[in-house]
T-cell receptor, first 114, second 114 residues
Framework: DVKVTQSSRYLVKRTGEKVFLECVQD?????MFWYRQDPGLGLRLIYF???????EKGDIPEGYSVSREKKERFSLILESASTNQTSMYLC?????????????FGPGTRLTVT | TQLLEQSPQFLSIQEGENLTVYCNSS?????LQWYRQEPGEGPVLLVT?????EVKKLKRLTFQFGDARKDSSLHITAAQPGDTGLYLC??????????????FGQGTTLQVKP
């Protein structure tokens, strides 16, 4: 079974703090994704990576950065957390090519910024 | 910009009833995925449909891809409380078959009462 794990299930941070969210997958997937999920808005793509050290902006990259130093690990960084970044953050991974659209998700990190 | 509209947003039914969830777009998608998400967990892939007119069955769930590959439906027969959850449709962004970039609908929250 594909396993995608995220470093924390719940996180509470203060405004202005630097926040690191980490994601690890064990299926040798080339693609990795970070989404945020808000009620009524579905999942919105923040950043994705299709290879080590490669990254591309998604639909809502402002206020976020990412790092992918190893194939299995993809980190999301909030440089200076703000209250409007309170959300559920989901990491996903997939193979490249024909199966690229079949994404496997982690359990999510519910981040609250106060 | 590709968009996916899901309807209805909320559905509350009694055990044993049938239901259909719709996912519509004005854009053509190369494939469409359906995911189910339970509270506190990440989405889990249910099915991928690829060919226009394709029908796939997963026990009591029937998935259909429109002939023009612009829409899809999920039909549940004799719903059970275990079907409760958030159902998400997602379509592959054109030109991103390698990176697996998806567009998600807003989701349909289904509650099945015993």
């Amino acid at each position: 079974d594909v396993k995608v794990t995220q470093s924390s299930r719940y996180l509470v941070k203060r405004t202005g703090e630097k926040v690191f969210l980490e994601c690890v997958q064990d299926m040798d997937h080339e693609n990795m994704f970070w989404y945020r999920q808000d009620p009524g808005l579905g999942l919105r793509l923040i950043y994705f990576s299709y290879d080590v050290k490669m990254k591309e902006k998604g639909d809502i990259p402002e206020g976020y950065s990412v790092s992918r130093e190893k194939k299995e690990r993809f980190s999301l960084i909030l440089e200076s957390a703000s209250t409007n970044q309170t959300s559920m953050y989901l990491c996903a991974s997939s193979f490249r090519g024909f199966l690229a659209y079949e994404q496997y998700f982690g359990p999510g990190t519910r981040l609250t910024v106060t | 910009t590709q968009l996916l509209e899901q309807s209805p947003q909320f559905l509350s039914i009694q055990e044993g009833e049938n239901l259909t969830v719709y996912c519509n777009s004005s854009s053509v998608f190369s494939s469409l995925q359906w995911y189910r998400q339970e509270p506190g967990e990440g989405p889990v892939l249910l099915v991928t449909v690829v060919t226009g007119g394709e029908v796939k069955k997963l026990k009591r769930l029937t998935f259909q891809f429109g002939d023009a590959r612009k829409d899809s439906s999920l039909h549940i027969t004799a719903a059970q409380p275990g079907d409760t959850g958030l159902y998400l449709c997602a379509g592959g962004v054109n030109g991103s078959s390698n990176t697996g970039k998806l567009i998600f609908g807003q989701g349909t929250t289904l509650q099945v009462k015993p």
